[in-house]
């Protein structure tokens, strides 16, 4: 699979390579049903055949996209009820998916931001992040993030980056379910954050690849985004509907910025299309309307939620599957962190050298950083995989 390249190309010809029938890949970065077979929404179906028989033309879109699609990616993200949204102070563009959002946003902010060209990222972060925002023209610096010793968050050496960092600086946040991690701030530790960006009038970059797919409610895992609009933070926000539509192919994503008034949203929707039109002219149309046929169609709208919730709720349930499993086998390790962590991925505290044990011992490949997709786990594999993680743990 290509989501998170150089990384995971890697781990795919490994696991193509290898013979053995009961082969696992906890390197893919999509969701596999527990057939281990990748996953087409039924709402996601019913949208594109609407879309079909629909009989669109095929004309170019706007620079900006297909605007009912924007309109209602954005309403997803900030809140119906928002402040932002009532008193349309929301600039939007269609992107390339997540990474195209992101893309946008750095160039945006390499252009057009006054107070610095430096975008913190948290240690880890998702692989690409550091190569889009470097072509972008910023320059990349890292904010503490992961505490190994608690395979969990570094509040307080978050908090300490973000209090050191030169005022005004751009800080990328992952909204949900963190990747690589899984590890995200609690509310509460959230409402801090904002305290402190404020505080320091920091710009913040949210990137929501994960909206639904975390928590399996879109509006709870939206938290974050929603919390700093209310604290009338301004910021942009890069959204992907790859994962929780599973739209990945078809690369559907928006790209925002949170303005101050109606009257600097029209100025920045003017940037915004002098930024995009030599990139891409406008971007592609067929999966934008299958989505907004999703969003905007009451129906189709709710069964997409109840099915967002049903690929969260199974990711949830093989995190608690893998811990039992791995407990009943006699660990003497704590892998609370397993259930703790949230979204597609668990960082399983594994060292480089015991994920080439386990790949070259058990034929369960991931990436050597110790993440692993909990996507690739299944009611089938979830025993061998404990027995595996336990015996190169022991
Ligand atoms: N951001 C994060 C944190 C991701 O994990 C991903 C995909 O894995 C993306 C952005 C971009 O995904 P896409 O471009 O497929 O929407």
């Known amino acids: 699979m290509g989501q998170c390249p150089p990384r995971s190309s890697g781990i795919t010809e490994a696991f ?4 053995f029938r009961e082969k696992i890949n906890l390197g893919v970065g999509a969701y596999r049903d527990d057939r281990g077979k990748p996953y087409v929404l039924p709402s996601v179906k019913t949208a594109e055949k609407k879309v079909v028989e629909s009989n669109l033309d095929k004309e170019y879109a706007g620079i900006t ?13 900030y809140g119906a009820g928002s402040d932002a949204i009532k008193n349309d102070r929301i600039a939007v563009t269609q992107s390339i998916s997540g990474t195209g959002a992101l893309r946008i946003g750095g160039e945006f902010l390499a252009r057009f931001y006054p107070s610095s060209k430096k975008i913190f990222i948290p240690t880890p972060s998702w692989a690409n992040h550091n190569a ?35 005022e005004g600086s751009i800080i990328l946040l992952h909204a949900c379910a963190h990747n690589p991690t899984g590890i995200d701030p609690s509310r509460e530790q959230w409402k801090q954050i904002s305290d402190v960006m404020k505080g320091k009038k920091h710009y913040p970059f949210f990137d929501m690849a994960y909206q639904g797919f975390a928590s399996g409610d879109t509006e709870g895992d939206a938290f974050p985004v929603r919390h700093f609009q209310s604290k009338g933070h301004q910021f942009c926000l890069a959204q992907s509907f790859a994962k929780n539509m599973g739209l990945y192919g078809e690369r559907v994503g928006a790209f925002s910025i949170c303005c101050e008034s109606a009257e ?14 030599p990139l891409y002219s406008n971007p592609p149309v067929h999966g934008a309307r299958i989505a907004s046929e999703v969003l905007n169609n009451p129906e189709l709208n709710q069964q997409w939620l109840k099915e967002v919730k049903g690929m969260a709720e199974r990711i949830i349930s093989m995190r608690a599957l893998l811990k039992e499993n791995i407990e009943a086998l006699g660990s003497k390790h704590d892998w609370s962190h397993i259930t703790s962590q949230i979204g597609m991925f668990a960082y399983t505290g594994l060292k480089p050298e015991q994920m080439d044990q386990l790949a070259q011992e058990h034929s369960v490949y991931a990436t050597k950083d110790g993440r692993i997709s909990v996507a690739g786990i299944t009611t089938g594999n979830v025993k061998r995989l404990a027995e595996a993680i336990h015996k190169v743990t022991s």
């Open 16 to 19: 193509k390579a290898d013979s």
């Open 65 to 77: 996209g297909v605007p009912a699609f924007t309109k209602a990616a954005a309403v997803l993200a």
């Open 132 to 166: 889009v925002f470097k072509d972008s023209g910023l320059e990349v610096v890292k904010y503490k993030y992961y505490n190994k010793n608690t395979i969990g968050l570094d509040f307080d050496g978050m908090v300490e980056d973000l209090k050191a960092a030169p």
């Open 264 to 277: 600097e949203k029209s100025r920045v929707d003017s940037q915004l299309k002098i930024l995009v039109r």
